[in-house]
Structure formats: C-alpha cells, structure tokens
C-alpha cells in the first residue's frame, strides 16, 4: 500500500532562518506531488505542484521554493522565513491517472 | 477570488441527524469535486468525490450532490455520528492532467451525543 510521510511533525524556526520539509511516498512510482498550506483560519493553497523529477510548477509567488530530487521526494525551503510564512504545511500525492489526492500528516511551521 | 467557497464556517447537529455541508463554486470549468475530512493536526483524508456528468453519488452514510446549474454541491451525513466531527474541505478542478484543486475554507462539523 501507499504511505506519505512528512517531517518534521513540529517546527518552530525564527525570522531570517532557513527552512527544509521534506515528504516522501512510498508504493508508487511517478506520482504527482503537491505541497499546501493552511494558514490560521482560512482553506487549503495550493503552493507548488511536481508532475515528475526537476520539474516544478509555483501556484503563488513568495518566499518559498520546492525541489523533487528523486521521483518521490519533495521538497519544500526558504532561504529566509518570514512571520507569514507560518502555518500548517501539507504534501500530498497522487495517481497521474486518478483525481484523489492523499495527504501526508503535515507540518506545523510557527515563526518567531 | 475565491473560487470555491464554503460559507458556513461551522454547525452542529445532533448524532443521528442528518448532517447538510454546503460549498459553492463560481468557475464553469470545474469538472470534478472531492469532500476531504480533516482532524486537528492531521492531513486531511479524502471522504467522497462526483464527476460533473452526475448529479449524485453515495457511499454509505455519505452522499454528495450536485447542481451544476446552481454552481452548488452538497455533503449529507446520515445518521450523524460523533466521530464524524471534524473540518470538512470541498476542493474542485477542471484541470486535468495536473489534478490542481482549489479548496474551500472548510465547515467545523460537531456532532452532539
């Protein structure tokens, strides 16, 4: 079966210093990658989607980059955080061929 | 702008009562629907989708409807249990091939024993 895995589950980081999440999927290849965010009341955003390695699409601009250095590894960094880059961060999967996504766990980012 | 909206932030309704969550969309595009329910602290997990050439579709205690017209879609819980409290998110996408959603922000569902 398939798992998505995220971390770390916490993170609480200051203004100015660089930031690295990371999710995996095990037991599919070459799957859609997603990453989202959910700020303090308010939806899901979608910030950057991946339909295969190096290959990277933003949704939103900001202070925020992704990388898929292997099919099922993403990554999500800034090279300085902002206080509105707080949130709850999301990666999420899916079958090229099939609508449903599935998400990770998440992580709970808070800037100080 | 927001594309799909969920205007009703939160409801409660009592366990073994039928449960109404509402979403609406502005863009004739959408061409595909998905419920997702979220606990605190967790990712969300996906409950039910509907295809646009159908009006409805059930899976056990849930069914969703939809009314293409209306721009409108509809989550109903019967019966309502206390398990079924949570954050429910409708998303929607008409862009095939990249399977992007654009997401309400989500109805806080309580149900009282």
């Known amino acids: 079966s398939q798992t998505i895995h995220q971390w770390p589950a916490t993170l609480v980081q200051p203004v100015g210093s660089p930031l690295s999440l990371e999710c995996t999927v095990e037991g599919t290849s070459n799957p859609n990658l997603y990453w989202y965010r959910q700020a303090a009341g308010r939806g899901l955003q979608l910030l950057f989607y991946?339909?295969?390695?190096?290959?990277i699409s933003s949704e939103v601009p900001q202070n925020l980059s992704a990388s898929r250095p292997q099919d099922r590894q993403f990554i999500l960094s800034s090279k300085k955080l902002l206080l509105s880059d707080s949130g709850f961060y999301l990666c999420a999967w899916s079958v090229k061929v099939s609508y449903e996504q599935y998400f990770g766990p998440g992580t709970r980012l808070t800037v100080t | 702008d927001q594309q799909v909206k969920q205007n009703s932030p939160s409801l409660s309704v009592q366990e073994g009562r039928i449960s109404i969550l509402n979403c609406d969309y502005t863009?004739?595009?959408?061409?595909?629907f998905l419920w997702y329910k979220k606990y605190p602290a967790e990712g969300p997990t996906f409950l039910i989708s509907i295809s646009s050439i159908k009006d409805k579709n059930e899976d056990g205690r849930f069914t969703v409807f939809l009314n293409k017209s209306a721009k409108h879609l509809s989550l109903h819980i019967v019966p309502s249990q206390p398990g079924d409290s949570a954050v429910y998110f409708c998303?929607?996408?008409?862009?095939?091939?990249?399977?992007?959603?654009?997401f309400g922000t989500g109805t806080r569902l309580k149900v009282l024993a």
């Open positions: 998303a929607a996408s008409g862009h095939s091939g990249t399977y992007k959603y654009i």
């Open positions: 991946s339909v295969g390695i190096g290959q």
């Open positions: 863009n004739s595009m959408f061409d595909y």
